[in-house]
Every structure is written in C-alpha cells, then in structure tokens.
C-alpha cells in the first residue's frame, strides 16, 4: 500500500507542479502553497485538475484548508478512500 500512497502522492504533485509552473522535485509535503507563489486562483486551477484526473470531488471547505503540498495529497486520498467505500455494497438489513 505504501508504494501505491507514494504513487499517488507523485501524481499529485505533479499536477500541482505544472499549475505552479515548478518543478516537482521541489515540491515537498511541508511546502507551503504560498511559498510557491500560488493564489487562490492556482490553487482551484490545481484542484480541477487532480478532480479529473482521480474522478473525484473536492468540496470547497477543504479547498480553503490547503496550506500545504501535503494538505491537497492527504485530501487526494481521503476522497479516494470515501470514493471506495461508497462503492462498496451495503450490507443487509434485517
């Protein structure tokens, strides 16, 4: 699980990196968004495209929590997790 978390994590940055116009090896889960140069506008442009490309939703509240790098990939695989458990057939009642 761990090397697919990790895989996940790079994909995320890498996205993140091309809607900064940085490079990903500078990206680091403590880096804060700011620190890039990112605004608020970067930031949603990010957000739409790791919405895409996960088949996720982000919700707006967790939109405005993004401090750092770390902060979106953590979100990423919340919604993934929530995503798959959604799927999952319920169990039957009764």
Not at 2 to 28: C, G, N, Y
Request: proline share 3%; net charge negative; aromatic share 4%.
């Amino acid at each position: 699980m761990a090397d697919a978390s990790r895989s996940l994590a790079d994909r995320v940055k890498a996205i993140i990196a091309e809607a900064f116009a940085v490079k990903p090896d500078q990206l680091h889960d403590h880096e804060q968004l700011a620190a890039l140069g990112a605004d608020s506008l970067d930031v949603l442009e990010a957000v739409m495209d790791i919405e895409m490309e996960f088949a996720i939703a982000i919700d707006d509240d967790a939109l405005e929590r993004f401090v750092t790098v770390g902060d979106v990939v953590a979100c990423v695989e919340r919604a993934l997790k929530d995503n798959t458990a959604q799927a999952e057939p319920r169990p039957e009642v009764g």
